[in-house]
Structures are given as C-alpha cells and as structure tokens.
C-alpha cells in the first residue's frame, strides 16, 4: 500500500500516488477520505482540481502561489540570518582545516548557502514589491538577478576539492556583505 513506511510516514491521513508518465510529466495523486476535503481545500493554494465527477467541490479553486511570495523580513529576521550566516562559517573552515570535507561542504551547502539564498531572495523582495515568489528551493531567482551575480553564485558550487571549498567560501562572504548591506540599506 502506498506511505507505508517507516523512514518516511505519511503527513497526512490518505494515500499519494506520484505517477510519471512517459513524456516526463508527473502527477501527484493524492486520495484522501471526503471528511478531509475541506482542509486539504484549505491547506495548498497551488492544487488544481481534475475533476469533480460528484460536485463536492462548492466554489472555483484557482492555483495561486501567493503563499510562497518572498516575504519581507522584519530586522530579528535580517539579523538572525546574518547571525547564523557568520556563526556557522567557522564550522566548515574547521572541517577544512581537520580535511573533513563532507563535514564542512554539509555546512555549508545546508546552512551557509541557505541563508545566503534567504538573503538574495530578501533583494529580489525588495526590487519587486515582494509580489512574486523565487521557487521552491530558490530555483527561479536566476530570472530576478543581475547576470553577474547570478554567474558569482553558481561558482560557489564548485566544491570537488578542499581549493574550491575555500574560493567558493571567500566568495560566498563577499555575496553575504554585498547583498546583505543593500537589503539594510532598503
């Protein structure tokens, strides 16, 4: 039976099945019991409905990723991301100076680099009214950026080597002072 597992629980009650068909298109096909209709209605503003053969459905659901918009950050939001920027740095260049690499690239990519893209998306907020969203895991916010920075960020993922790591950690801070004064400054 689908979710029945134990690494990975269902979150909630029902079934999905992930259907992927042969031209690459997939769909997440979620069945769930009619009580929870209402709020699962509620819950994702981007569900489309196929179809509603029986008419449960009362009013017109049109997918809206409003609820994804970058929002714009209060000042304890900008400091903690600076905070926890700045604070877990040491962390990878101590596992670069013990050659613990997988250590100090897990630091970074899961929470240097994390808060540098909250910080870039924080800019892209900002020079667009915050009415638009940048993607899960930031995967549109190539298209709000100014090439050079855009260029800049992708080296930073050249980490196959203890070299790299550290070019791509020197740059990173350079990104984080730059992008983080011009979201202080607005």
């Not at 709020?39 to 029986?54: F, P, Q, R, T």
């Not at 690239?105 to 870039?120: G, S, T």
Request: aromatic share 12%; with cysteine.
């Amino acid at each position: 039976k689908p979710e029945d597992m134990e690494l990975f629980p269902p979150e909630e009650k029902g079934f999905s099945y992930l259907m992927l068909f042969d031209d690459y298109n997939k769909i997440d096909l979620t069945l769930l019991p009619l009580e929870e209709l209402d709020n699962y209605l509620k819950g994702d503003k981007l569900i489309k409905v196929l179809i509603d053969k029986d008419c449960r459905i009362k009013r017109d659901i049109v997918p809206t990723d409003i609820d994804y918009h970058v929002r714009k950050p209060s000042a304890r939001e900008y400091d903690d991301c600076c905070n926890e920027f700045w604070n877990v740095t040491p962390y990878v260049i101590k596992g670069l100076c013990r050659k613990e690499i997988l250590f100090a690239i897990d630091h970074f990519n899961q929470i240097v680099r994390h808060e540098l893209l909250r910080m870039i998306s924080w800019k892209v907020g900002i020079e667009t009214g915050f009415k638009l969203s940048v993607g899960k895991n930031y995967k549109f916010i190539e298209r709000y950026i100014s090439e050079d920075l855009w260029e800049k960020l992708l080296s930073t993922y050249r980490m196959d080597s203890y070299e790299n790591i550290w070019e791509a950690l020197f740059l990173c801070h350079q990104l984080f002072r730059a992008v983080s004064g011009e979201v202080a400054e607005r």
